[in-house]
């Protein structure tokens, strides 16, 4: 038996309410009755694990339609997907995440095979900040293989970004009602055609799972502090500060929100249910300690310490300029909230736009003080905040609607113009978006099959200095030096320096530090990923000392590496004349 508000069968009575929802014979929700029988009720709520039934839908071409954005992103994320595979000197498809999130499937890998949390077997540095993914990651790569772990880990990327639309779906259909889908359509759509929560997930980066969590932290939040702690708050707060630790903001958001909300008879159940979201992260934070011999992860020092706060400051305001047009737009649109304030009936409630609103300010805070990101414009951190404001943006066009305050078409009109607006942006500033290839693709091809090439190479006692740690010491699998220090606790913890600079940025975080003489003179690693830079970096210039110890060599002609001159760990006799590695 399905939903529905008309029908008799399975009621006792053999009569049944405008407004009631009917399962199985039980009757679940009851609402203010409507003049017309065909809507559902304004104020009352579907299971929000049903949102995608059509019963929850005003219409059927809304339901329809909201299929039909689901298939399509859904093939725009699976084209990225395939298009984000290239050939190897193996022969085989390759697949390869983003970068960083190839520095987590590492850890990953050793997990999973028995060497421990860690990037090198041996040496105890925690160079992530996303334990939840890692430990999916490590799930993946037990049952797939590592050669096969990225793709299934693009996958399930591309899944939470087809959930994360769902829950956005569900929050927007809470707070407009049932009487017009087009709001929440527009939500959906928004949120897809906002191209960075796309491109994070496919690639590997933890951003579509955390912004799915906090999502569905808000959808249950919506429904507010009852007599029991809510189970799915729990579990979506603590597994998003799971998922990336810096969450902790958006979940302290939420919550401070929460309580003042609940009153001081639910008072303690919201504190109940902080509690129990904080164990988790609190056991992993006193696991931390024990393991790694730390409080806070390398990444907190590599990227905080050795850099002023002004420095820092500048840096993040040139990060987070070109994010302005799209944010500036939901947040006009947000602002106009502050007229419903005044306004009576429904239109006066928006607990979830001044949550936005807070969220996306504390995020920007964030994001500020970090100083940037060293991946422009694709803005990572602050994601889940932006996805949340779009949404607010939808609903709060609704409410102006709702109150008398807009005309219905020109609520519509706002509608189109801000889900049009995200497409454009999106088009405007992502390049890999026009061509269906997702950014860094070449650099991944180039880094796997240098990592493939070496694994044949050198011999296992090898080791490799990637400034691009992810994919080449993945696929190399040999233990590896990171010159740039998000591995290593000393560089983490030296001082910063102002010549890797881009963006408009000064000194761009993670890339910022950097012991060359260290790395390379005192370590002598076997390979040196080679680049014009590979030698001379951060104010130190070692060209004359690599020119001395290493000579060049070519993967197939195109990819150089350098490599230690007669290092007993170098196949030497796979070298052809030039030398050019074997074809």
Known sequence: ????????????????????????????????????????SESGDVPRSWI?????????????????????????????VARSSFPTIEGRTGFCLFDDAMISLRYAANLATGNGLVWNAGERVEGFTNPFMVFLMAVIHRAAGPWYAPLFVQILGGLTFLWGLCLVASIARHEVGHDTDTPVLAAVAGVGAFYPLLYWSVMGMETGLLTALLLAAFRADQDGVGARPSGALVVASGLAVLTRMDAVLFVGVLFAFRLPRAGRSGARVVLVEAGWAALPVVAYVLWRRGYYGQWLPSVYYLKLAGLPLLARLRNG???CAPMLPLVAVDATVVVAALRLRRAPG????????????????????YQLSAGGDAWPPYWRFTVPAQVVLIVAAAITVRKLV????????????????????????????????RTFVPWTTDFNYRHTNTGLALRRLTTPSATVAAYWAGALPYFAERAAID????MDARIARGQAVRTAAWGGMQSVPGHNKVDLSYSFVSKRPTFIQYSDLSCVFGGVDLRAWCAENYVRANVAGRLPMLLLKDSPDVRWDLLRPGPTLFQ
Not at 52 to 80: D, E, H, N, P, Q
Not at 405 to 428: E, H, K, N, Q, T
């Open 1 to 40: 038996m399905g939903w529905g508000d008309r029908g008799n069968r399975g009621d006792r009575s053999g009569q049944r309410h405008l407004g009631e929802i009917w399962f199985g014979g039980r009757k679940l929700a009851h609402a203010t009755p409507l003049s017309d029988p065909r809507r559902m």
């Open 52 to 80: 995608a039934v059509r019963s929850a839908w005003r219409t059927r071409s809304g339901y329809i339609a909201f299929v039909g954005l689901l298939a399509a992103f859904a093939v725009l994320a699976g084209v990225l």
């Open 317 to 319: 305001v040139a990060f």
């Open 346 to 365: 429904p239109g006066s409630q928006l607990p979830v736009v001044w949550r936005a609103i807070a969220l996306f300010v504390v995020a920007l805070l």
């Open 402 to 433: 709702v109150a008398g305050i807009w005309s219905r078409r020109a609520g519509d009109a706002a509608l189109i113009g801000l889900v049009a607006f995200a497409a454009v942006d999106s088009l405007r500033l992502y390049q890999d978006l």
């Open 483 to 486: 010159p740039l220090g998000k």
